[in-house]
């Protein structure tokens, strides 16, 4: 088996695990392969695998790669946009991904109706949510992420899918769990409060290498796994 093999079985093992420890069925919780610094010959190596969610953070690195897989003829991958977005790069968004998960603000989410093209499906996203707090962090703060569901859900063009966060390290499961719970929180309050167009709201997009144990135990529905699979990232310049 290669590398990329072996690593790919480690996670799938983790998750299943995870799953059993806590009652849950490794069906309900999906895996995002976080490809970013990774080359296009890297993800289809893992495509190879069955693996078909991608998740990119650097818009442009995203887009030339997606191009470069689909002239490879991986025309069904599913491209999820993880990083942040400034108001003047959402076009990159609207054109190139299925989905993306770090919606935080109205003015993005217009931006994005507006330009998502016709003769795609509408993009899919998550409302991502600060959970600690940290000023400078990306994400509505939980007890405004409800009335941002409202307007998404009006929106043409976007379909809302659920909540993502990203919270700080954390040292313990226990710390972890409690974090990851915040975010459950929103999910289930917007879930509760039937949001209308938004009826197909069923990601909860929580945990990544190192904490994607306690993220299912609080109910993650997709993690978000990058160095556990291509391996420890280059730094980035
Ligand atoms: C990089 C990244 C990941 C993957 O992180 P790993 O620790 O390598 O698994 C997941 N989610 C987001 C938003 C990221 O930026």
């Not at 191009?67 to 108001?87: D, E, M, N």
């Not at 700080?168 to 974090?179: G, K, N, S």
Request: hydrophobic share 45%; aromatic share 6%; net charge positive.
């Amino acid at each position: 088996m290669t590398t990329i093999a072996c690593k790919f079985q480690e996670v799938r093992t983790r998750i299943d695990a995870a799953c059993r420890a806590v009652g849950r069925d490794p069906c309900e919780v999906g895996l995002l392969a976080v490809s970013k610094t990774f080359p296009a010959d890297c993800v289809a190596q893992v495509a190879r695998l069955g693996q078909q969610a991608f998740g990119e953070n650097y818009l442009q690195e995203g887009v030339d790669k997606i191009a470069q897989l689909r002239a490879a003829g991986w025309t069904s991958l599913v491209w999820h946009c993880i990083g942040p977005v400034q108001a003047n790069k959402t076009r990159l968004v609207a054109e190139h991904f299925d989905w993306l998960q770090t919606l935080d603000r109205e003015k993005i989410a217009r931006r994005l109706a507006d330009q998502r093209p016709a003769q795609l499906a509408p993009l899919q996203v998550c409302i991502q949510v600060n959970v600690d707090g940290g000023a400078n962090k990306a994400g509505v703060a939980p007890d405004e992420a409800l009335a941002l569901a409202r307007v998404v859900a009006q929106l043409p063009r976007l379909c809302l899918r659920g909540v993502m966060s990203i919270p700080e390290p954390a040292p313990d499961f226990d710390t972890q769990r409690a974090l990851h719970l915040r975010a459950r929180k929103v999910f289930d309050e917007i879930r509760a409060a039937a949001v209308p167009g938004c009826e197909r709201f069923d990601t909860l997009s929580l945990g990544m290498t190192g904490d994607l144990e306690a993220a299912i135990a609080a109910g993650s529905t997709l993690v978000r796994v990058g160095s556990g699979l291509f391996g420890t990232r280059p730094q980035r310049a």
